[in-house]
């Protein structure tokens, strides 16, 4: 037998759709294009679908008559980054989350596992307290700086092995350590309202979103998402276990080291750029799984729609919920996440 005809263990139970593969992507993508559109419709400032629809055909050249420049300027400025920034992240998260989970066989694994968040904060609020965060590039780097250094730290703590429940421990006490350092920072340094600013950034916003960040994100994206999905049969294989992964040719360490990689790289550039949103990499690969089933190779991408689509939708929600302020989007993520996670663990029998 062959990685590539060992059908998962992980996941076999789970209830599986007969419906073929390509209509399922099909009405994501439908959903996704839809949800983008509706979702730049909203906000204090309320434009229509045609509204949007002419603005972003004069930017693409299109035949179409131009909108005000003022109502062009917002449209294309501010709400249709906004969007696409929304849904680069909810996919990069969930892709993040569905390869620790298939990696780790860890139903709790998210792309938080690793430190990287806590790391990320700790760089965020360093640059805050010492001016240099000014500029939402100026957090942005801090936060990838810190992300980084903590995935380095990790790294270098693995170098004794790296079977699965070292990597979950290991990834607990970076965490751990970077989340005690952000406060001690806070606490010694920060004045009532950089405090409140630093804490409305940790819990997620995309008021920052601008084509820069968009064009950063989706090349991250394009570039974890390959990688990733270039390795499903490995991470089919690990589903039997680390020692049935190896008799079946997987190159277990190599895999491992390769999936952190990519992980660590979705994940460090999805916080620095927005905060970290909780959730969205651990209850969306679950939602996933149980619509395509536990392969690879169809689930990576199928959750990563899923994940556009529910962040898109969780921003437009935060943004109108208690307008005219705006609700940091990973308090949405977590008063949804919450409850369908616990649906999710129900149905799957563990709870």
Do not use: K
Request: overall charge positive; glycine content about 12%.
């Amino acid at each position: 037998m062959t990685a590539t005809e060992a059908p998962p263990a992980e996941g076999a139970s789970l209830r599986r759709t007969a419906t073929p593969t390509w209509v399922l992507f099909a009405v994501g993508l439908a959903a996704l294009v839809l949800s983008a559109g509706v979702a730049t419709c909203v906000g204090t400032n309320g434009v229509g679908l045609p509204e949007v629809a002419r603005a972003v055909g004069t930017h693409l050249g299109l035949p179409v008559e131009p909108l005000p420049r003022l109502l062009d300027s917002l449209i294309w400025q501010l709400r249709v980054p906004r969007v696409l920034l929304a849904a680069l992240i909810g996919a990069m998260l969930a892709v993040s989350g569905t390869v620790l989970q298939g990696l780790t066989g860890n139903a709790l694994a998210d792309p938080y596992l690793l430190g990287v968040s806590n790391g990320a904060s700790v760089g965020a609020v360093a640059v805050t307290l010492s001016g240099l965060g000014g500029t939402a590039l100026g957090l942005s780097g801090g936060a990838l700086v810190g992300a980084l250094l903590s995935f380095g730290a990790m790294m270098l703590l693995l170098r004794g092995g790296m079977r699965t429940v070292r990597i979950v421990l290991t990834g607990v006490v970076v965490g751990q350590l970077f989340a005690a350092l952000t406060s001690l920072l806070v606490m010694a340094s920060a004045n009532a309202e950089t405090t409140r600013a630093i804490t409305y950034w940790l819990l997620g916003s995309m008021t920052s979103a601008r084509w820069d960040s968009v064009l950063l994100c989706a090349i991250a994206c394009a570039v974890g998402l390959a990688g990733c999905w270039t390795r499903s049969q490995a991470l089919d294989a690990f589903s039997f276990g680390e020692d049935t992964a190896e008799s079946l040719g997987i190159s277990v360490r190599a895999t491992r080291i390769a999936a952190l990689v990519l992980t660590a790289l979705l994940t460090s550039v999805a916080v620095a750029s927005v905060g970290a949103i909780g959730f969205v990499g651990l209850i969306v690969p679950h939602a996933a799984r149980f619509v395509v089933g536990p392969r690879h190779r169809v689930l990576m991408p199928f959750a990563a729609v899923m994940g556009a689509v529910f962040l898109v939708w969780t921003d437009a929600l935060a943004r109108i919920a208690m307008a005219p302020r705006e609700v940091p989007v990973g308090v949405v993520t977590a008063l949804i996440g919450v409850p369908v996670f616990l649906l999710i663990l129900r149905r799957r029998g563990e709870l």
